[in-house]
């Protein structure tokens, strides 16, 4: 079967620093994929080269077969008709009521008319646990965690079959984060779409992903089933979901190195 | 030798910038000429730039007309030639002041903000969000922004040109003493068209480099709130230097003989 996304040899460097370095990985489709590693390691890069935010040095990523690097931007459109994408600080747009928000690709992008897609948008604010009255509010005035799922309505509203999560946990209580697992294993396993989340919380990772890839220097180190992360051996992946300071991943710069 | 590495850098530094500013525009403008239109956010952009600019772009008019038919009045009356300041006043503010002052007033209050929102939108990830939305923001944000720059500004220059008018004779009739009519007829006998319309050329010039220049600062915003901040400053200080050196550019090419 063909993957649903192939990233091959990808290189991405910001000046010196070599963020993304002889990167491969393939999706299958219907797939739930997580990728972990620290911070700085290139998991954000990563998804911005796919979706085309940010222009990789070389190499090829390919959706449902067809390469999207050196495409020009009216051909990837074509593309990211059928992606929908959760950012790690919701990235809700804050001139627009959350309604209009969560209705935006429906509106602009299915060209749907403004009452048939408020109406929509509120049922997928119901969908994520959302009241209709919260869709009159603008982004300002609600919570970090109902960001999160608005953001993810937003995500979903276009039915797309290819699904990223940035860090969808990131900075929410314990229960909120429980929340927006769940809703992303149902939203994703609903729509059938493949999904790739970026995460540094191993609970989200095991609940969302059914399959778990760890990023370190750049690269791919390890990749399996979601269910044999917590028995694999190798020391990276150990050390990271362990959180232990010793191990084969060094900080960049250590407290002792700076004294 | 130091110097001329600094000159040097500077001056690669300004042919870097010009390229970069040169290819976002013609980005801007060639992408926003293609469908899909955005026309609500263009209507927005007529009503942020024209209609909420009037108030701060009339007052500048009205007092810049006031004072310059009484500062007039005091250099003129020394050798008698009170009669001209009619003509001075229109002269000055179709000419210059009106197409000047409202590029600079609206420079401060919508290049700032232009460069503010498209900024925070930019650290916000809120551009990226467009992108994977299919919508591109070239089209939805800085396309609108450049096309009601470059329409509203000649609008409000015709307000400011009234209003500054307005402002002379209202001086000059209630407290120099002028006869309205005389004032009047004085200010319509030497005005001509070219006089006008400079102005208004002058002002979609000015429009255009407002909206362009706040555009491009918030687009290539880095950073968090000092990035923005930093965008604001120089959309801002470029726009403001930018109608001034154009000022003198445009003056010299319409009415040059």
């Known amino acids: ?259 | 030798m130091i110097l001329v590495t600094q000159v040097g850098r500077v001056f690669l530094k300004f042919l870097e910038t010009t390229g970069r500013l040169s290819l976002f525009l013609k980005r801007a403008i060639l992408q926003g000429l293609r469908p899909p239109y955005y026309f609500k956010q263009l209507l927005r952009q007529f009503l942020d730039i024209g209609y909420l600019s009037l108030p701060v772009v009339g007052l500048t008019a009205l007092f810049t007309g006031m004072v310059l038919a009484l500062q007039s009045y005091t250099g003129f009356s020394r050798f008698n030639a009170e009669g001209a300041i009619a003509n001075v006043v229109v002269l000055s503010i179709t000419r210059e002041l009106g197409p000047v002052l409202a590029g600079l007033m609206v420079a401060g209050r919508i290049g700032a903000a232009m460069a503010a929102e498209i900024g925070t939108m930019r650290v916000t990830e809120q551009v990226d969000a467009l992108t994977t939305l299919s919508t591109n923001p070239m089209k939805y944000l800085i396309a609108p922004r450049i096309f009601a720059g470059i329409l509203m500004l000649p609008l409000l220059v015709i307000v400011a040109d009234i209003v500054g008018v307005f402002g002379g004779y209202l001086v000059s009739t209630y407290r120099l003493g002028f006869n309205p009519a005389t004032y009047i007829k004085q200010t319509t006998e030497f005005l001509e068209a070219q006089d006008v319309y400079s102005g208004l050329i002058k002002a979609g010039v000015f429009g255009f480099i407002i909206s362009s220049m706040g555009c491009y600062h918030g687009y290539n915003s880095k950073g968090g709130a000092q990035g923005v901040g930093q965008a604001t400053t120089k959309a801002v200080v470029s726009a403001s230097i930018l109608i001034l050196v154009t000022n003198y550019i445009l003056t010299a090419l319409l009415f040059e003989r």
Not at chain 1, 29 to 47: C, F, W
Not at chain 1, 102 to 108: I, P
Not at chain 1, 161 to 175: K, V
Request: hydrophobic fraction near 40%.
């Open chain 1, 1 to 259: 079967m063909e993957p649903k996304l192939s990233v091959s040899n990808l290189y991405k460097s910001f000046g010196e620093k070599q963020v993304l370095s002889n990167l491969s990985i393939d999706v299958m489709p219907g797939e739930s994929m997580v990728i972990i590693g620290g911070s700085g390691t290139g998991k954000s890069v990563l998804i911005k080269c796919i979706l085309g935010l940010i222009t990789p040095d070389s190499g090829s990523i390919k959706i449902d077969g067809h390469e999207l690097v050196g495409q020009p931007m009216a051909k990837r459109q074509k593309f990211l008709k059928n992606i929908g994408m959760v950012f790690q600080g919701s990235a809700l747009f804050d001139s627009l009521t959350v309604w209009e928000n969560v209705a935006f690709g429906l509106m602009y992008e299915k060209k749907m008319a403004r009452e048939q897609a408020k109406e929509k948008a509120l049922t997928l604010l119901a969908t994520v646990g959302l009241d209709k009255r919260v869709g009159e509010l603008f982004p300002s005035e609600i919570s970090g965690g109902m960001k999160r799922r608005v953001a993810l309505a937003r995500a979903i509203s276009t039915e797309p079959n290819l699904l990223f999560f940035d860090e969808p946990t990131a900075g929410l209580d314990p229960i909120f984060c429980g929340v927006i697992n769940t809703l992303i294993r149902d939203c994703v396993k609903k729509l059938g779409a493949t999904a790739v989340t970026i995460t540094h919380d191993m609970h989200s990772a095991r609940t969302v992903g059914d399959e778990v890839a760890m990023i370190h220097d750049g690269h791919i180190i390890w990749k399996g089933k979601a269910s044999k992360v917590d028995s694999c051996k190798n020391p990276y992946v150990q050390q990271f979901i362990n959180g232990h300071a010793d191990g084969p991943i060094k900080l960049e710069t250590t407290a002792e190195e700076v004294a």
